[in-house]
Every structure is written in structure tokens, then in C-alpha cells.
T-cell receptor, first 115, second 114 residues
Framework: NAGVTQTPKFQVLKTGQSMTLQCAQD?????MYWYRQDPGMGLRLIYY???????DKGEVPNGYNVSRLNKREFSLRLESAAPSQTSVYFC??????????????FGQGTRLTVV | AQSVTQLDSHVSVSEGTPVLLRCNYS??????LFWYVQHPNKGLQLLLK??????LVKGINGFEAEFKKSETSFHLTKPSAHMSDAAEYFC????????????FGTGTKLQVIP
């Protein structure tokens, strides 16, 4: 049982390049999330998908797009990478958004550096 | 509105001594509270959660936390630190249901000295 799988684990981009971060979960969860983690700032929500076919902006959506490809997969795209997007990105999922107390399961993260 | 404050960015303890990681929150509603642990270069793992039942919550690896409404606190404790406890710990609050509405604390790095 893999849980939440993110690819790639590491990536270096040049300013202006584009890339897609992939995330897949095998727990039949309805809701999926993308966070970024920056030193001293905790985790901040970029986008989320409460259920298949829906996506919504989080706290810091600018410069990103997402696609909920199916129930299992939720990708994050950087169209034109900027140094400010250097961060560690985490994908997470949980059974059902809107239900209190349901814990989220996290992937192992993608370390992205934009030079 | 909700917020969470982790009072210490770094905590250092000797192996075998107690651990206390402090967390205060503010919330307009009855909150759900979580503690997550992140080991170096790893994802986040749930340690424990408060779900409005018992105020003393026991989690994995010997950790526990006590919900104190009067003090708006949810401090994480462990009686005896182990080297494997060295990690970063995040306090998380959700006051209106829905994981997209959670707020993460800024984290506390725990160092365990042999």
C-alpha cells in the first residue's frame, strides 16, 4: 500500500521553464491538496480538490495551475517558474473534505529549486 | 478566523528527559487539533488528533497532548525523549471543518542530545 506518491523527488528548473508535479494516491480518497513548505512558514495551501472534477484555490495559488485527472491523480503545474517558487511541495489526500477531524496523508515531497 | 502559534522554533532536550512542545490556537468555533511530525526529507505523519472527546489525547510513539480550552493550548509531551524523536513538529488547527481550511503552525524543530 503506497499511500501518496509524488514525482519527481527533486527538480532544478531555470527561470521561465515549465514543469508538472505529479501526485497519486491509492487509498480511494475523495479530496487532494497541494502545499508548499518554506522555512519558518509552515505549510501553505496552494490548491485543493474536494472531489473528482472540482478544484479550488488555496492561500497561495498565483503562478500555479492544477488538474484533477481522475480520483487518484492530482497534478500541479508551474507554467513559468520563478525563483520565488523554490520550495518543498507536498501533496496530501484525505477521505472527504468537509468532514471534521479527518486526518490527511502526505507524500514525501518534491524539492524544487528555480535558478 | 483561526490561527495557531508554536511558541518555540527550536527545542533541545537530552535523551531520556521529558519533551514539551508548546502550541496555542485561536478559533471562533470548537476546533479540531492535530500534531504532525516530519522527519528530515520525509513527508508529514500524523502523531495524534483532538476530536472533542477526551481532552487528553494519546498518539503514536509515546506522545500525548492535552486540550485546554481555558488556555487555548494543545501542548505536545513525551515523558522520555528518544534519539529517533529528532524531527520537526507541526501543530495544526481546523475550526470549520474541511481540511482545506486547516492552518499549520510554523513548526518546532526538536533536537535530542545523546
Amino acid at each position: 500500500n503506497a499511500g501518496v506518491t509524488q514525482t519527481p523527488k527533486f527538480q532544478v528548473l531555470k527561470t521561465g521553464q515549465s514543469m508538472t508535479l505529479q501526485c497519486a494516491q491509492d487509498m480511494n480518497h475523495n479530496s487532494m491538496y497541494w502545499y508548499r513548505q518554506d522555512p519558518g512558514m509552515g505549510l501553505r495551501l496552494i490548491y485543493y480538490s474536494a472531489s473528482e472534477g472540482t478544484t479550488d484555490k488555496g492561500e497561495v495559488p498565483n503562478g500555479y495551475n492544477v488538474s484533477r485527472l481522475n480520483k487518484r491523480e492530482f497534478s500541479l503545474r508551474l507554467e513559468s517558474a520563478a525563483p520565488s517558487q523554490t520550495s518543498v511541495y507536498f501533496c496530501a489526500s484525505n477521505l472527504q473534505d468537509g468532514v471534521p477531524n479527518t486526518e490527511a496523508f502526505f507524500g514525501q515531497g518534491t524539492r524544487l529549486t528555480v535558478v | 478566523a483561526q490561527s495557531v502559534t508554536q511558541l518555540d522554533s527550536h527545542v533541545s532536550v537530552s535523551e531520556g528527559t521529558p519533551v514539551l512542545l508548546r502550541c496555542n490556537y485561536s478559533s471562533s468555533y470548537s476546533p479540531s487539533l492535530f500534531w504532525y511530525v516530519q522527519h528530515p526529507n520525509k513527508g508529514l505523519q500524523l502523531l495524534l488528533k483532538y476530536t472533542s472527546a477526551a481532552t487528553l489525547v494519546k498518539g503514536i510513539n509515546g506522545f500525548e497532548a492535552e486540550f485546554k480550552k481555558s488556555e487555548t493550548s494543545f501542548h505536545l509531551t513525551k515523558p522520555s525523549a528518544h534519539m529517533s524523536d529528532a524531527a520537526e513538529y507541526f501543530c495544526v488547527v481546523s475550526s470549520s471543518g474541511g481540511y482545506q481550511k486547516v492552518t499549520f503552525g510554523t513548526g518546532t524543530k526538536l533536537q535530542v542530545i545523546p
